[in-house]
């Protein structure tokens, strides 16, 4: 990858999963119950549809799928909740998620459990740092993560997903262009190394991916021989060299699927799970070990942001109508250019291979 001075990631403050999740209200069955009807009932009376992300909890995403809700990735919510005859989107996972859903749908009202649910890669990235950095390399074609704040998405040419992120590259690659990547320093590293495009990487990390150990994993693969290694392309490169897959949620969901071994070891959020065994059930899944000397847990593999999700901020934002996520227009229209662009790539590339 081309050596290049990019801007010192700033420091943020991380919370702890497991303290946030003590944090939440400890309901009793029959009090969950009365804590989900209520919302049920609330969500039909204000004519709202929940949208939640893998990676928020099981509870968060069972009452997206009782209610006609949807659960999927960042993108794939959106493009939900955009197409949804619902006048209000409640969105659970973190900001940027949020934002997403109001860039492609600025008429519709978005809320958010809490605003307080932030990304580990949109901090590493804010844009007083990125715009000039970007000025500083104006023959460089800016694509940038959907895990970026608005600002961002509006200084960028193209946003993409990790599923979409190597094809579209390779795609620009192809036509003689060099990029400008952000924020995620593995994935622009792993779709280098695959694509062989020249690219300038930001050099921010996921949380939750970049502790996945390889020691451990190694170990933990040597107890199961037979289980296939699922693994997210935000992970460290020598993390992505012990997969049998490596791949976006929905593509690591379908490789679970698909693939005929009974075990899998994951290296991505643990949220995923509950999906998984949806998709194949009957099969088991391994969180991938995240342990260090003097962890007290083998694997740690959820974000603190995601779990500040809960019923009871769910029912809290319902019943106040806080949490509204607004987007400045200017700022909106041109982050709606770099995500359409990626849309009309995605579209362009299905109609390739149902023609061929």
Same mark, same amino acid.
């Given at each position: 990858?081309?050596?290049?001075?990019?801007?010192?990631?700033?420091?943020?403050?991380?919370?702890?999963?497991?303290?946030?999740?003590?944090?939440?209200?400890?309901?009793?069955?029959?009090?969950?119950?009365?804590?989900?009807?209520?919302?049920? !009932?609330?969500?039909?009376?204000?004519?709202?549809? &929940?949208?939640?992300?893998?990676?928020?909890?099981?509870?968060?995403?069972?009452?997206?799928?009782?209610?006609?809700?949807?659960?999927?990735?960042?993108?794939?919510?959106?493009?939900?909740?955009?197409?949804?005859?619902?006048?209000?989107?409640?969105?659970?996972?973190?900001?940027?998620?949020?934002?997403?859903?109001?860039?492609?749908?600025?008429?519709?009202?978005?809320?958010?459990?809490?605003?307080?649910?932030? %990304?580990?890669?949109?901090?590493?990235?804010?844009?007083?740092?990125?715009?000039?950095? %970007?000025?500083?390399?104006?023959?460089?074609?800016?694509?940038?993560?959907?895990?970026? +704040?608005?600002?961002?998405?509006?200084?960028?040419?193209?946003?993409?997903?990790?599923?979409?992120?190597?094809?579209?590259?390779?795609?620009?690659?192809?036509?003689?262009?060099?990029?400008?990547?952000?924020?995620? !320093?593995?994935?622009?590293?792993?779709?280098?190394?695959?694509?062989?495009?020249?690219?300038?990487?930001?050099?921010?990390?996921?949380?939750?991916?970049?502790?996945? #150990?390889?020691?451990?994993?190694?170990?933990?693969?040597? #107890?199961?021989?037979?289980?296939?290694?699922?693994?997210?392309?935000? +992970?460290?490169?020598?993390?992505?060299?012990?997969?049998?897959?490596?791949?976006?949620?929905?593509?690591?969901?379908?490789?679970?699927?698909?693939?005929?071994?009974?075990?899998?070891?994951?290296?991505?959020?643990?949220?995923?799970?509950?999906?998984?065994?949806?998709?194949?059930?009957?099969?088991?899944?391994?969180?991938?070990?995240?342990?260090?000397?003097?962890?007290?847990?083998?694997?740690?593999?959820? %974000?603190?942001?995601?779990?500040?999700?809960?019923?009871?901020? &769910?029912?809290?934002?319902?019943?106040?109508?806080?949490?509204?996520?607004?987007?400045?227009?200017?700022?909106?229209?041109?982050? &709606?250019?770099?995500?359409?662009?990626?849309?009309?790539?995605?579209?362009?590339?299905?109609? +390739?291979?149902?023609?061929?």
């Amino acid at each position: 990858m081309s050596t290049v001075t990019a801007p010192i990631i700033p420091e943020f403050k991380v919370p702890v999963t497991a303290q946030i999740e003590n944090l939440r209200p400890h309901y009793s069955p029959e009090e969950k119950e009365a804590v989900k009807d209520e919302i049920k !009932k609330l969500l039909k009376e204000q004519d709202a549809v &929940l949208v939640a992300h893998y990676y928020v909890d099981q509870e968060l995403q069972e009452l997206a799928e009782e209610t006609g809700g949807y659960v999927s990735d960042s993108l794939d919510m959106a493009k939900f909740g955009n197409e949804h005859p619902a006048k209000t989107l409640i969105v659970a996972g973190v900001r940027f998620m949020g934002e997403t859903a109001k860039i492609l749908t600025p008429e519709k009202r978005v809320l958010m459990p809490t605003l307080e649910a932030e %990304c580990s890669l949109d901090l590493s990235c804010p844009i007083e740092d990125f715009a000039p950095f %970007c000025d500083a390399h104006p023959d460089h074609t800016v694509v940038v993560y959907a895990n970026t +704040s608005a600002d961002v998405k509006a200084r960028a040419d193209y946003v993409v997903t990790s599923g979409i992120a190597l094809d579209l590259v390779s795609w620009l690659g192809k036509q003689g262009k060099k990029v400008l990547w952000a924020p995620d !320093k593995h994935l622009g590293n792993y779709i280098q190394k695959v694509s062989g495009v020249e690219m300038l990487c930001w050099q921010g990390a996921c949380i939750v991916h970049d502790e996945f #150990k390889t020691r451990s994993l190694g170990e933990l693969i040597e #107890k199961h021989p037979n289980a296939g290694v699922l693994v997210h392309p935000e +992970s460290p490169e020598e993390i992505i060299a012990m997969a049998d897959v490596v791949g976006s949620t929905t593509q690591i969901i379908n490789a679970a699927r698909d693939m005929p071994n009974k075990e899998f070891i994951v290296a991505t959020d643990k949220g995923i799970f509950y999906k998984m065994q949806q998709e194949a059930p009957g099969k088991v899944f391994i969180p991938a070990p995240t342990h260090g000397d003097g962890a007290n847990c083998v694997s740690c593999a959820h %974000c603190p942001w995601m779990a500040m999700n809960g019923l009871h901020n &769910l029912l809290e934002v319902l019943k106040n109508g806080n949490n509204e996520i607004f987007v400045d227009e200017e700022v909106r229209v041109k982050a &709606l250019r770099s995500t359409q662009r990626m849309l009309d790539f995605a579209t362009s590339q299905s109609m +390739s291979k149902i023609s061929a």
